[in-house]
């Protein structure tokens, strides 16, 4: 999901609302305009690990699976776990 | 990154914190438009008018200063990365004596009462030095001073230099004897009041809240590094050249030299900021933006007629002209930022604990209402109306008190009434739906 043009909390609204859809062996992969520091809190609540790749060339991206899936974690592109 | 440290909700104080000043903020503006339409042209004689007097310090400090206070005790650990020791302790113990104080302070202007001045020297001392001490221990404690936290540790100093200031002048007014010097420091206690408290902090938060709410390109690197050091520094010059101007020791000219370059480094930021706006990654209207223009545009208004002032002597000793020149900046910079600000953060902060909460105990069965839920765009909308009429109306008020200083106090009483409405509604929603989450839900009860 492109979430790099919304105001904040709408990137963290609809990050929250897509949570539930991950299926076991999906990754959730966002794109956003700055780092969601406040998510962490959240996603760690609600039972979620992340990898935040900063050095992109299209902004922030997110990657966010639930915690101890290794199958998402092995789909993961190279290096994003 | 934005955030220099890392970030935790186990730093940030309860919501209980900043709702107290943030709710509280609107009701002393309330009391201010009551009080101009209650005294009408009256109260526009001149800027040493009781009435004046007692409208601008409840919007000064029982407005503006209470919602940088719940504001910076909420935003020191998103911002600087660091926090405020015994937050609801200092929260609560700044809130009761800055309330008592304000109120205190405007009685003692109206009624010209000794005693309630020397009260609110002592309640708005106690409300200070309790906040500039915690606010100066957790800035000090920062360990990434990035420029916000370097305009915040500016503001909180220039905040204290104010409050001794401000206090020297309502013991004074107290009948205090000894203390008629302080009356030649007026100008210094609103300078460094305005310019440093309000401007210095305004400056600060700008750099991190345009880029993250408004999706704006980032201030350059060399503005946000120098821009609230060399305004603190050209305030400080400037007093001691209006010090030793007022002494006969050095001409006129070099005090307002020096605070015209400050005026100049003022229209640089609005420049900038309106330059960055236009640059938004997503140019959709909204009432945050809306307050923000406005701000802006106060802003310019009053370092044009301060500069105007300068330019013809004729102009600034209009007897509308301090009226103008002080509205300008209070009520069409200051305020509108801060109210900006107020419309974002109350939503944000329920919302945000509320999702918390939800996420916590796993009750996905209790919706947590979402931002405009909490607090609907139409009451934005029309709070903003009413306060532009309101300020419309204020602006006319000089020129024709019997006409339009009635109606200006009851449009902006109006437009601060609606905010606080606006704002404890969603504070009330965010109590009912935080019990709702506490309950244990339905067919898991004591007896089932």
């Known amino acids: 999901m492109d979430l790099s043009e919304l105001m904040p909390p709408e990137p963290l609204e609809r990050i929250l609302g897509e949570l539930p859809g991950v299926r076991p062996g999906d990754f959730l992969h966002v794109r956003l305009h700055r780092e969601p520091l406040l998510a962490y809190p959240l996603l760690e609540q609600a039972g979620f690990r992340w990898h935040t790749d900063t050095g992109g060339t299209h902004g922030i991206e997110v990657y966010i699976w639930r915690d101890g899936d290794r199958l998402a974690e092995d789909a993961m592109p190279a290096g994003r776990t | 990154m934005l955030f220099p440290g890392n970030l935790s909700l186990d730093q940030a104080p309860p919501i209980s914190v900043p709702f107290r000043f943030l709710l509280s903020a609107p009701l002393f503006g309330v009391l201010a438009g009551l009080l101009l339409t209650l005294q009408g ?9 009781p009435g004046v007097l007692a409208f601008t310090h409840l919007i000064t400090l029982g407005l503006v200063t209470q919602a940088m206070c719940g504001a910076l ?92 200031l401000g206090i020297g002048l309502a013991l004074f007014w107290g009948g205090v004897p000894g203390l008629l010097f302080m009356r030649s420091l007026t100008d210094v206690h609103l300078a460094w009041g305005l310019l440093g408290w309000v401007g210095l902090l305004v400056l600060g938060v700008a750099y991190q809240a345009l880029p993250m709410f408004q999706l704006t390109p980032e201030y350059p690197l060399r503005l946000r590094r120098h821009l609230t050091a060399a305004l603190f520094a050209l305030l400080l010059l400037w007093s001691v050249l209006h010090w030793l101007a007022a002494a006969e020791r050095i001409p006129p000219a070099w005090p307002v030299s020096a605070a ?25 209207p909204d009432a945050g933006l809306a307050w923000w223009r406005l701000g802006l545009a106060g802003l310019g208004t009053a370092v044009t007629l301060w500069l105007a002032g300068r330019a013809w002597p004729g102009f600034a000793a209009h007897p509308a002209y301090p009226l103008w020149l002080g509205g300008s900046y209070l009520l069409g910079f200051a305020v509108p930022i801060l109210n900006g600000m107020m419309i974002k953060i109350v939503p944000f902060l329920a919302w945000f604990h509320l999702q918390n909460r939800q996420l916590a105990l796993g009750r996905a069965d209790v919706a947590v209402p979402n931002l405009r839920e909490l607090l609907p765009e139409r009451t934005t909308r029309w709070q903003l109306r009413i306060y532009v009429a309101g300020l419309g109306l204020l602006a006319l008020a000089p020129l024709w008190p019997a006409l339009a200083s009635r109606p200006a106090g009851l449009a902006l009483a109006a437009s601060w009434g609606l905010l606080g409405f606006g704002l404890g509604q969603a504070a009330r929603r965010y109590r009912s739906v935080n019990r709702a989450l506490l309950l244990a839900p339905a067919g898991e009860g004591p007896g089932a």
């Open chain 2, 73 to 164: 005790l909420q935003m020191l650990p998103v911002l600087a990365g660091t926090r405020v020791f015994g937050a609801v302790t200092v929260g609560r113990t700044t809130h009761l004596l800055l309330s008592g104080g304000t109120l205190a302070l405007a009685i003692g202007f109206l009624a010209d009462g000794g005693s309630w001045s020397l009260a609110a020297a002592v309640l708005l001392g106690g409300a200070f030095l309790v906040f500039v001490g915690a606010l100066g221990w957790g800035l000090s404690r920062a360990d990434n001073p990035n420029p916000t936290v370097a305009a915040m540790r500016l503001a909180v100093t220039a905040l204290a230099v104010t409050a001794i």
């Open chain 2, 260 to 284: 015209a370059t400050a005026g100049a480094a003022l229209l640089l930021f609005a420049a900038f900021t309106v330059r960055l706006q236009k640059r938004r990654r997503r140019p959709l």
């Open chain 2, 41 to 49: 042209p009256a109260l526009l004689t001149g800027r040493w008018s």
